[in-house]
Each structure stands twice: as structure tokens, then as C-alpha cells.
């Protein structure tokens, strides 16, 4: 968890809301909850993507995958990530009045939510966020004129707006319609609020950068397997302005974050079983067992 998942955390319900559970928002929500960001997903409206036939071009599935299959991958992915998903459409929202950095978020039911940060992860509709900034910003003239549309050119290319706090993912972000480019384009402004979020905490330079990987002890350099090279790097590329005992806080997170990236080989080993054991749970009964039958003929 990041130092300052805490402190957002204590001032607003939860830590970050993202408005659209498709493959930006999930992406999105992955990244905030395996930080330690409580995650919001609201999923309910217009959705695309459930028109689809079958998704043919989603890397890892060479034959194509159904759409309900994905979906029903991507929110289980979202909420073993942490992530609570909310079957309720998002009708508008505003900034907090008390002083408080934030956002509340009404929903159709009437209910409301606070959130410190907003991932706006839809794609047909930003009219929810109309009340965040001037309108003649946001909205710009549609193409038969006869409506108006969110502007995709609002957002800047890694999701960040003029409105702190408040991201744009996905295909309203103008990144594209394709699931997969919407999924990248997900994480990559989520990876955007994480390292706002820890500038924010006081990291620097390409300390404020946050990356959700895992190695195998066996592939880290001797040298790095002390934490003790972390402190001296990280210190080292301090700036001058921070003084000595935030530096040295900051410092000792920051490597035992490192060193948290290394799992042992049987470890790995467990994952990835696990994985698969996910994965098999999706598919149908008699196409398990079909596929059991063809290994159980080719060993005799």
C-alpha cells in the first residue's frame, strides 16, 4: 500500500470512483486497488461491447473469447484486486462545498458516495461530469450539431483534466473504441493518479513511479538484494529542498517496495497455478472434460 492510500482514505468514503466497468474502467481499477487505493466501480449503463459477437483481437485468447466470458473475467479480476463493483448508473457529480478535495457522486437509486479521485471510464455518455467545470470546455457540438458530446480532447493523452482529481479513460478520453486499446488506456491513467497521488506524499523523480510487477528472486542482481543499495540510490536522488529525515522516510518505503516486487520461484509457481485454476473455472463443463478426454487418449 502507498503511504498516502491512508490519509485519502480517512477523508472520503473511498479513495477512487471509476464511472464505467469495461475494460478501461476494470484496467483502471486494478491498478488504484492493488496500490491500496479503495476502489469504486460503478457499471451500469449503454455498454458497446455487449453487442459484440465474440472479441477476436484480445491478446491471450487466440481463438477469440465470448464477450460475457471477458466481462465476467475482467469484475472478478477487478474485485480479487480489492475493487468493489456497484450495479448503479451514475447520474451527476459534484466537487465537495466543505473544504475537503474530493468528489460526491449521485446515483440513480438516490444514493451518494464520496470519492478523493474520479475515473471517468464511460463511453457514450459524460454528462455526469457537467457540473465539474464551464461547460463550453467540456462539451463541444456534436457531429450532426444537433447535440452536444464530451469533448475527447478535454483530457489530456494520459487522462489527466483541468479539474483536480478528476480522470478520463477509455474511448471518452478519445483513445479508441478497440477493448483492448480501452484496457490500456485504462491502466495508463491509473499508473497517472498513482504518481500524482505519491507526489503528492512527497516522492520525486522516477520515485513518484509506480510499477505493480513481480520477479523472481532468483533474476535480482546480489548487489540489489540489500536494501541498503535502495536507501543510498534513493537519497542520493533527492533534491535538495527535502530534508534529511522525509528523505529517509520516504527513502526506506520506497525499498522495502522494491524488495516486495521479489517473490520466491515456488511462490511464482503457486500463482500461476492459480491462475490457471481461474481461468479453467470459466470455461463450460463439457469442454473441460472434452479437453480431458483428448489428453487422456493422447497418453495411451
Not at 146 to 160: H, K, S, V
Request: include cysteine; aromatic fraction near 8%; proline fraction near 3%.
Amino acid at each position: 500500500m502507498g503511504e498516502s492510500a491512508l490519509d485519502i482514505a480517512a477523508e472520503t468514503d473511498v479513495a477512487v470512483a471509476v464511472v464505467g466497468g469495461g475494460p478501461a474502467g476494470c484496467a483502471a481499477g486494478v491498478f488504484t486497488a492493488r496500490y491500496g487505493l479503495e476502489t469504486t466501480i460503478f457499471d451500469r449503463g449503454p455498454s458497446s461491447l455487449r453487442r459484440c459477437a465474440s472479441l477476436e483481437n484480445y491478446l491471450g485468447f487466440p481463438c477469440g473469447i465470448g464477450v460475457e466470458t471477458f466481462l465476467g473475467l475482467a469484475h472478478d479480476h477487478a474485485e480479487t484486486a480489492g475493487c468493489r463493483i456497484r450495479d448503479e448508473l451514475v447520474e451527476s457529480i459534484t466537487t465537495l462545498e466543505d473544504g475537503t478535495d474530493g468528489f460526491r457522486l449521485e446515483s440513480q437509486s438516490g444514493e451518494s458516495i464520496t470519492a478523493r479521485f474520479v475515473i471517468a471510464a464511460t463511453k457514450y455518455d459524460g454528462t455526469y461530469l457537467r457540473e465539474l467545470d464551464d461547460e463550453a470546455r467540456m462539451f463541444v457540438a456534436d457531429d450532426d450539431e444537433e447535440r452536444e458530446r464530451f469533448d475527447r480532447d478535454y483530457p489530456g493523452d494520459d487522462g489527466t483534466t483541468p479539474v483536480d482529481g478528476l480522470y478520463v479513460a477509455g474511448p471518452l478520453a478519445g483513445c479508441g473504441d478497440q477493448a483492448i486499446i480501452a484496457a490500456g488506456h485504462g491502466a495508463t491513467v491509473a499508473r497517472t493518479l498513482l504518481r500524482d497521488c505519491r507526489e503528492e506524499a512527497g516522492f520525486w523523480g522516477w520515485f513518484a513511479d509506480h510499477y505493480d510487477w513481480r520477479r523472481t528472486t532468483e533474476n535480482r542482481r546480489e548487489e540489489w538484494a540489500e536494501p541498503q543499495q535502495w536507501l543510498d540510490l534513493l537519497e542520493d536522488d533527492a533534491p535538495d529542498d527535502v530534508d534529511p529525515h522525509t528523505v529517509r522516510r520516504l527513502s526506506e518505503i520506497a525499498a522495502e517496495e522494491r524488495d516486495s516486487d521479489y517473490v520466491a520461484s515456488d511462490v511464482a509457481n503457486r500463482r500461476a497455478m492459480r491462475g490457471q485454476r481461474r481461468l479453467a473455472a470459466a470455461l463450460d463443463d463439457d469442454v473441460i472434460r472434452e479437453r480431458a478426454a483428448e489428453i487422456e487418449a493422447d497418453e495411451f
